[in-house]
Each structure stands twice: as structure tokens, then as C-alpha cells.
């Protein structure tokens, strides 16, 4: 029996500086022209008790290595998954990114949030679970502002800004956050993958029939005919905790783009590779089902964390511990390596989180000769140790190792005179 779905979640393998990026789209799913038997994720998951072991029985190929336990970093997301998933640094960085624009008014700049991010905001007024990125269209009119104004900001705060060019026509940026490389395994260093925020900004016009185009014909979009009304004006909705502009009927929207969405579909050319999804596609019948399987994981991964450091100390709510003489803990060069080891590794992190509560460690000192410490392991330590201080001293040295990005997981900055 052969199935047809109405839509997918789509990763884009991306090589871009040398590493591989997964992006999620939504798309309209092809037909199945390998003939490769659809396995069907949810189709008995009200039929056993809803825990790891049954989400890896019925969708192994989500995960690296069934054998390995699912830990979480919120600046790198769940480790030991076929691909990258939304986590609390992309998030960070999207309030950051989002605040920057809505400092323009809406005469001088207006932008709306739009494609995949529609079929998030319809769901459940969230991102994509398994997505890292956002999309927005801005109209011809505005992008000399964009240019000349609001990227030389962004890139002020440590984003990057690459133009993006379809047929010989520059016809939209995108916009991507510092990249945190991780091993996605906890014994392999092979399993690597990365963490980046990403936005793609379409520059679009109404054609002589008012559908919605791109100037370079860049984006879905672009071949469905939006028609104005569905388009402008544009409305905003609570979407992921901001504030954000949407088209005027975002589900006029996806129903054009994607048709019906209460499917999922989600593809990985990492999937592919795997014995267990030789489609590259994992398919539920019930987007409400991936949604609960992936919030269930988030939850056991943290467990897995906690208790792995030590949870007993970690958020404590006993006002004894709080009255407990905390220690300072001063990272440099001299003894960085021992105590943070290799960044990436999931051991590393974890070690270095068991020292953390261990030593009852209450404040951070890192010199800028430890700087990684901010760049890769800071979000982490303020999202299982948020009662720690963190101070970041700058050398004064030009450019700084630390993106302004990063400054929000400092308490204390101290500057340095510059050195010359």
C-alpha cells in the first residue's frame, strides 16, 4: 500500500564554511518514487506506555545510537539525534535579532514572519521542535534599509550577514548566529553536528496579478500565488513568547503552501544514511504525536543531565543550600583545558557541570584567554545553574574572542584598557 502525504518538514543539507547545516522546510511531500516501505511513527503509539524505550521502538532512526542515553545543553539542544533541534541559545539569539527590527517603525520598516514558522505559530504558537531557523519577507521598499542600516547592527552584535543571489538577482540575506560545534555521540568524536541560529530574509513585490513574489524567484513562495489580502496588512501574534508580525491569515497561508498540516513529515539526509530509514523520511500520522514524542525526550534528556551532575544540588529550592559559603571559580589559560577539556565532547560538558556542583561553585571568573568558556559553555551553565555569577574579563585585544551575542549570559563585564 502506498502512502501520500500532504506535507514534510524538510532538512536542507547545507555546506557553508566548511560544516554541514541542517534546515528544516516545510514542503510539499513527492511521491514515494523508490518505492521504499513508509513506516508509520505513531501508528500504535497509543498502544504501549509512552516512554523512551517505546519512542526508540517505534522511531529508531531519530536517534544516533538506541544504545546511548539523550542528554541536554541549552546551547546545543538533544544529543544523540539524527539532527540539530531548537534549543535555548537559537532562542536567545531570535528575541535579540526580533528586537533590533522593532526599533524601526513600521513606516521605515515592516517585515513579517512567515513559511515554516506559519505551520509553527497554527500548531501550537511555537517553533518547529526540530527546527533552527525563521523566515521573514520584507517588500522591495525597505531593503535599502535593511542594508544600509539594520545589518551593519546586527552585524554589530556578532551576527553574520551573506547576500543571497537566485538567477543574477540579489534577492533576499541571510542571517546567521555563531555556530557551537558539538559531538552529537557520547563515546564518538564522528558524530558531529553544529547549533546556529539562521534567518532567511526574502525581498518580495506583488506581480501585475497581486501574488506575492521574490525578486530572484527564491522560496516556495514564490510558485504558490499568495494573493494580497492573504498577505497584508500584517497582523501580529504571540509566537514562541515574542511578539511577531504575521501575514494577515497565516492559515490562508499554509493551506496554499502546504495544504494540509495535521501530518508531519520530517526529512534528513542523515536519515538517509541509516539502516533504519532508507526513505530519510520519519512520518506520523498526527503532528500532536511528533510534538509529544519530542517534548517527552527534551524532558527525559534534562533528566538525564541533572542526574548525571548531580540535579540534587541543581535548582535546589532548600533554603539551606543557599546559605551555604559559595566558592569562585577563576577559568584561564592555565587551567581551561583541565577543567572545561574538549568543548565538544558530552563527557567534557558533564564533568565540568559535576565540578560545578561538586566544589559548590557559586561564581564564574573567566579571563579572555578562556573566552570559550563563554562562547560554549555559559547558556548551559545558566540553565542548570542559574544562582552562578558569571564575570567575563575583556583583554581589550580587537576583535573581541566574545560576540556581543554572548553578553547575555554575563552578569559582569570588566573591560581592559586596549592593548597596542
Known sequence: MKLYFDKIDKIDKIDKNNYNKQKFRVMPHEKNKSNIPLHISDRHIHQMEHNIDTIKKRVPSLFVDKNQKNYYFASTGITNLTFTTY?????????????????????????????????????????????????????????????????????????????????????????????????????????????????????????????LKNRGGWGLYHEKNIPYNVVVPFKRHMFHGMFLPFFNNPKKEVEICYTNIDKCSI???????????????????????????????????????????GAATTHSSDPLSLCKNKNKLVLNADNKNNLLGRSSCISSK?????????????????????????????????????????????????????????????DTFIQEAEKK
Open 267 to 309: 526529512f534528513s539526509h542523515h536519515l538517509q544514511k541509516s539502516q533504519n530509514n532508507l526513505s530519510g523520511t520519519i512520518f506520523y500520522n498526527k503532528w500532536e504525536n511528533a510534538y509529544l514524542d519530542f517534548k517527552y525526550i527534551i524532558k527525559k534528556s534534562i533528566e538525564n543531565t541533572k542526574n548525571a551532575i
Open 87 to 211: 534549543n535555548e541559545f537559537i532562542h536567545d539569539q531570535a528575541i535579540l535579532f526580533f528586537n533590533i527590527l522593532s526599533r524601526y517603525p513600521v513606516e521605515t520598516f515592516e517585515y513579517a514572519v512567515f513559511a515554516g514558522n506559519s505551520v509553527g505559530l497554527l500548531r501550537n504558537g511555537n517553533n518547529l521542535p526540530w527546527g533552527d531557523d525563521y523566515d521573514i519577507i520584507i517588500f522591495d521598499k525597505h531593503v535599502p534599509i535593511l542594508l544600509k542600516m539594520i545589518a551593519p547592527e546586527l552585524e554589530n552584535f556578532g551576527f553574520k550577514i551573506e547576500s543571497k543571489i537566485e538567477h543574477g538577482v540579489i534577492c533576499g540575506i541571510q542571517v546567521f548566529g555563531p555556530t557551537i560545534f558539538f559531538d552529537n555521540h557520547f563515546t564518538s568524536t564522528r558524530s558531529s553536528s553544529t547549533s546556529v541560529f539562521q534567518c532567511d530574509v526574502f525581498f518580495s513585490y506583488f506581480d501585475k496579478n497581486n501574488f
Open 350 to 410: 558533564l564533568n565540568f557541570f559535576c565540578y560545578l556542583s561538586e566544589h559548590n561553585i557559586g561564581s564564574i571568573v573567566a579571563h579572555a584567554d578562556a573566552s570559550e568558556f563563554i562562547c560554549e559553555h555559559a547558556a548551559d551553565v545558566k540553565f542548570y545553574f542559574p544562582e552562578i555569577d558569571i564575570t567575563y574579563i575583556d583583554d581589550g585585544c580587537k576583535p573581541s574572542p566574545v560576540s556581543p551575542i554572548f553578553y547575555i549570559y554575563i
